[in-house]
Structure formats: structure tokens, C-alpha cells
């Protein structure tokens, strides 16, 4: 059974940079599936930040504004998150999940981390 | 980017009760459309994907349906574990996009 574990820094000084990692366990990064990250701000709701594929293809949210770089590391079966530039906005809890697609093609994130929270604030 | 709104924002229901949970897309998104319920200190969990089909695992009292844009999540006879709060999210377009969320308490 696959489970995916958060972990990096809960506080970040403004206009710094935001350092994550999801740990696989379970099951290898490198299966022909996708791995996303996904924040929720407080008080709000859930917002896509973007995905890598197994070969390491990435596609991002727009709204970050060119600030996140999503990689992976397959021999030690994790994929990482960075935000640069950040402010008090990406202060959140920050979710790893696996993106997985069914035999008809349709997606989902069928197994998710229980979050990181990541404060900035100096 | 596609824009999902729920409804209600907040539902208020008792253990047996049956709810139903919408989220309307600002365009057309076929089939491509997920729900997860939430809860504090917990993974996230996939109940539906593709509109309707249950995610393995899910108990039967959860049910999603789809009519052109509209989208809904029935649960039935709910039970105390339910108490959380839902998201649709769209997985048609990028950006994917989730609702504003639909929290579902205990009256």
C-alpha cells in the first residue's frame, strides 16, 4: 500500500525559499503515474500547485507565477518542492499526492500525505 | 482557468440524515471531475472520481451524478466518521481547479 510522507521546514523567512519533500513508501516514483503537490492557505480552500511525471515532466499553476519547481529523486523514491520569492501568502499546509489515471483515462489523487504546514514569517 | 462553485458552504445535518452537495463548473469538463473529503489532521481522501464512480474502499452511502455542467455528491444515512468537509476538483484542464469546499457538521 502506498503512503506518502511530508516533510521539510514549517517556518520560512519572507523572500526566502520554501523546501519540501514527499517520501514514497509503498510503491516506486518512478511507476507510470504522476505525483502533485496541492496547498491549503488558512481559511481557504484546496489550490493545485502542480505535478511531475515518472520521466520528469512537469506542469504548474500559473497563479505561482514561475516560483515553484517540482523535481524528483528516484533512487531515494522522493519528489521535492521548492517556492522562491516567498511571502505571507504561501503560508499553508502543503499536501503531496499520487496522480493516478483508471483504464478509461480519467485522473484522480488517490493517495495523499497529511500535510506539512508551512509558516512565513520572519 | 476553470471555476467550480459549491453549495451550500456550510451544512448542518443529523446521523441517518441524507445530504447532497453540489459544484458547478464554469464551463464544460466532460466527466473529469473528483471528490475528496477533508478532515483536520488526516490524509485527504478520494471518494469519486469521474464523476460517478466510486473510488475502491468507499462505502456505498456515497454517490456522485453528473448533468451537463452540474455536479452533485449524495451521502446517505450519514454516519458520525462523515462530519468533514468536501471538495469537488476538476481534472479536465490545467490549472486544476477545486471548489471553495462544503463543511458538513453535526446539528
Known sequence: ?122 | DIQLTQSPSFLSASVGDRVIITCRASQGISSYLAWYQLQPGRAPKLLIYAASTLHSGVPSRFSGSKSGTEFTLTITSLRPEDFATYYCQQLNSYPYTFGQGTKLEIK
Not at chain 1, 504522476?34 to 511525471?53: C, D, H, N, T
Not at chain 1, 483515462?105 to 500535510?115: A, C, E, L, Q, T
Open chain 1, 1 to 122: 500500500q502506498v503512503q506518502l510522507r511530508e516533510s521539510g521546514p514549517g517556518l520560512v523567512k519572507p523572500s526566502g525559499t520554501l523546501s519540501l519533500m514527499c517520501v514514497v513508501s509503498g510503491g516506486s516514483i518512478s511507476d507510470n503515474i504522476w505525483w502533485s503537490w496541492v496547498r491549503q492557505a488558512p481559511g481557504k480552500g484546496l489550490e493545485w500547485i502542480g505535478e511531475i511525471s515518472f520521466g520528469g515532466h512537469t506542469n504548474y499553476n500559473p497563479s505561482l507565477k514561475s516560483r515553484a519547481t517540482i523535481s524528483m529523486d528516484k533512487p531515494k523514491n522522493h519528489f521535492a518542492l521548492k517556492i522562491s520569492s516567498v511571502t505571507a501568502a504561501d503560508t499553508a499546509v502543503y499536501y503531496c499526492a499520487r496522480f493516478d489515471y483508471d483504464s478509461s483515462n480519467f485522473s484522480y489523487m488517490d493517495v495523499w500525505g497529511k500535510g506539512t504546514t508551512v509558516i512565513v514569517s520572519s
